[in-house]
T-cell receptor, first 111, second 112 residues
Framework: RKEVEQDPGPFNVPEGATVAFNCTYS??????FFWYRQDCRKEPKLLMS???SGNEDGRFTAQLNRASQYISLLIRDSKLSDSATYLC????????????FGQGTELSVKP | ETGVTQSPTHLIKTRGQQVTLRCSSQ?????VSWYQQALGQGPQFIFQ???????GRGNFPPRFSGLQFPNYSSELNVNALELDDSALYLC???????????FGSGTQLSVL
């Protein structure tokens, strides 16, 4: 079983749609959680950190459920510029803080 | 711009050859990590260097090796290249004090 698993993609949605990405992690010692965005074959960039209380940044909302070891990202009112691959990322206290990435979910927003 | 620079941006090698990839970390960052990203996959952790010492390694064979220099820049060396080594190699620099982490734009390695 992979340490971090994401919904298989791609997701093809129209502009203005709401889209949700799901992610599960296997290591209960995981301590920090993030969503990264990666444009085609460029470097990943931090989109947002994820906290147990949930957090929102404009059209983006992230949720963490430690009991279920589940992370989500909701994008409202999708824009063409949201088209990218979204990577779920976890770090664990017992793994020296290395980033553990999911395989990524590709999002394509169409006009 | 993140301040993390990698060179070269693209590289083509043949099986059995050796390659060295370079990374200059952001000013003030003392930790460098290397990741391998195959097509359609998420980045996989190769190893991390802190103050010139390796302090974490992923599931990669010994032919993947690295160095960190006193100015915190780093090299990734891969010996006896295999076709499956074809990937985007990403360097990330971070600060142990602030936790900030930034990726370079990567080196795309193709092994023929």
């Amino acid at each position: 079983r992979k340490e971090v698993e994401q919904d298989p993609g791609p997701f093809n949605v129209p502009e203005g749609a709401t889209v949700a990405f799901n992610c599960t992690y296997s290591n209960s010692a995981s301590q920090s959680f993030f969503w990264y965005r990666q444009d085609c074959r460029k470097e990943p960039k931090l989109l947002m950190s994820v906290y147990s209380s949930g957090n929102e940044d404009g059209r983006f909302t992230a949720q963490l459920n430690r009991a279920s070891q589940y992370i989500s990202l909701l994008i409202r009112d999708s824009k063409l510029s949201d088209s990218a691959t979204y990577l779920c990322v976890v770090t664990a206290y017992n793994q020296g803080g290395k980033l553990i990435f999911g395989q990524g979910t590709e999002l394509s927003v169409k006009p | 711009e993140t301040g993390v620079t990698q060179s070269p941006t693209h590289l083509i090698k043949t099986r059995g050859q050796q390659v060295t990839l370079r990374c200059s970390s952001q000013s003030g960052h003392n930790t460098v990590s290397w990741y391998q990203q195959a097509l359609g996959q998420g980045p996989q952790f190769i190893f991390q260097y802190y103050r010139e010492e390796e302090n974490g390694r992923g599931n990669f064979p010994p032919r993947f090796s690295g160095l960190q220099f006193p100015n915190y820049s780093s090299e990734l060396n891969v010996n006896a290249l295999e076709l499956d080594d074809s990937a985007l190699y990403l360097c990330a620099s971070s600060s142990s004090a602030t936790g900030d982490l930034f990726f370079g734009s990567g080196t795309q390695l193709s092994v023929l």
